[in-house]
């Protein structure tokens, strides 16, 4: 069962980057390119709802921890590391993915950073993308490099949908049971990747497969016997309080610290206002990758703590195209709202600002009308000095004038968005 596991392992992680190849225009596949991230019980978090979800819950409760030993990717990609490069697995207290949960949970936006579904999900958008070569994917390469580092201690200890999945892993009805050939040689715990906690059992059969006496089984059962007795938490009273305390401190600080947002942040057209969007955003990547002007990329503390790797238009890049709305489709918490092409150019997500100092019309007197030629919505005219004018009333912020925009560096047109245009 060992190898049929890691067979099926290699086999789901094969899957896993083909959809996530097709996160793609025109996006043939639909929805179902992010449906690793869908599995998340903690999208109910952002005000979204998944039966895939409750479907992993319910696979909880019958076979335990079986997805985390299965179907992540996260977790296969440990598997392989270590079979690859196997070196002595440390074991820190079980408790602690408790305090974590706790904490992470009442600080959710920081949860999407190292939630295993999501960050797998971005990894492989920026790798598969290399235009989405940007600040975050260090960060995002040095957290899965530090689990990596842990291997065992994360399933065991630190993952947060781990430890979620672990409370309900504990009324599973798959049993490991030892029979009485067992010679307590120790040898099923030294490769236990869960120090042997029934209760937290990721049915990956290692212990089966490397008991030198055959002694291990397991048994799917129904019903609990009435003496089968359900395995304490390892947690405190002081631990649970002071992970409270510190996920509450944690959500108030990154809310409250003082930023500098930046007045040409750009959110994508159908994005919840920015207060809600930074917490619905799960960071999984699949926007700006399916992006086809590669105009979206993740914020970068442009929008302080909260909205760190959050997406962002950046018109020099490339502009919000006309013809595409695969933003709002492709958003697995409906941070970016579905929308049609029709309601799109109608949603104003900035507004163009021309630079006169930079402008070559205002400032050498040339004769340049491209943002004029580009811009597919009337909302720049001329004066009668052919110089562009914006207007206001039909401008949406496209951006497609400051992509096009025939000055060097810097263009000298811009868009400005929420707090620019406030301003």
């Known amino acids: 069962m060992l190898y049929i596991r890691r067979i099926f392992q290699a086999i789901i992680f094969i899957i896993f980057i083909a959809l996530i190849c097709y996160i793609t225009y025109p996006l043939s596949l639909g929805g179902l390119v992010t449906i690793f991230p869908q599995f998340s019980p903690f999208l109910l978090l952002t005000g979204a709802f998944f039966v895939h979800g409750i479907i992993l819950i319910g696979l909880t409760l019958l076979f335990g921890r079986v997805f985390c030993g299965w179907v992540c990717p996260l977790g296969c990609m440990l598997e392989y590391t270590n079979l690859l490069f196997p070196r002595h697995l440390v074991c820190i207290s079980t408790g602690l993915q408790y305090y974590l949960l706790i904490g992470l949970v009442l600080c959710f936006p920081f949860l999407w950073h190292i939630e295993p579904l999501c960050l797998m999900q971005r990894l492989f958008c920026f790798i598969l993308t290399p235009w989405r070569y940007t600040p975050y994917l260090i960060i995002t390469i040095v957290t899965v490099m530090i689990i990596l580092f842990f291997r065992r201690a994360w399933c065991q200890s630190l993952c947060p949908l781990g430890g979620l999945l672990s409370l309900f892993s504990r009324y599973k009805r798959i049993q490991r049971q030892v029979s009485s050939a067992c010679t307590q040689c120790g040898r099923c715990q030294q490769v236990c990747w869960i120090n042997l906690k029934q209760d937290n059992c990721l ?141 799109k150019r109608k949603t104003k997500i900035g507004m163009a600002v021309i630079n006169t100092e930079k402008c070559l019309a205002y400032n050498e007197g040339k004769l340049c009308m491209i943002c004029d030629e580009q811009c597919l919505y009337n909302a720049i005219n001329l004066d009668t000095k052919k110089r562009p004018v914006i207007n206001k009333k039909n401008c949406i912020g496209c951006g497609v004038c400051e992509n096009k925009c025939p000055v060097y560096g810097e263009a000298a047109i811009r868009v400005v968005g929420g707090k620019g245009m406030s301003g």
């Open 203 to 343: 049915l990956c059969f290692r212990c089966q497969h490397n008991c030198p006496q055959g002694a291990i089984c397991f048994h799917l059962k129904m019903q609990r016997h009435k003496g089968t007795k359900v395995e304490k938490i390892d947690v405190t009273r002081r631990g649970v309080i002071i992970a409270i305390v510190s996920g509450i401190v944690s959500n108030l600080v990154i809310r409250l610290i003082p930023h500098n947002q930046d007045k040409y942040l750009i959110r994508p057209p159908g994005a919840l206002p920015e207060d809600r969007f930074t917490s619905a955003c799960i960071r999984c990547g699949a926007c700006t990758k399916v992006c086809p002007s590669h105009g979206l990329v993740p914020d970068f503390f442009d929008s302080g703590l909260i909205g760190l790797g959050s997406p962002r238009l950046i018109p020099r890049i490339g502009a919000c195209e006309d013809f595409c709305n695969l933003c709002g489709q492709i958003c697995p918490s409906g941070a970016i709202q579905k929308f049609t092409l029709n309601e």
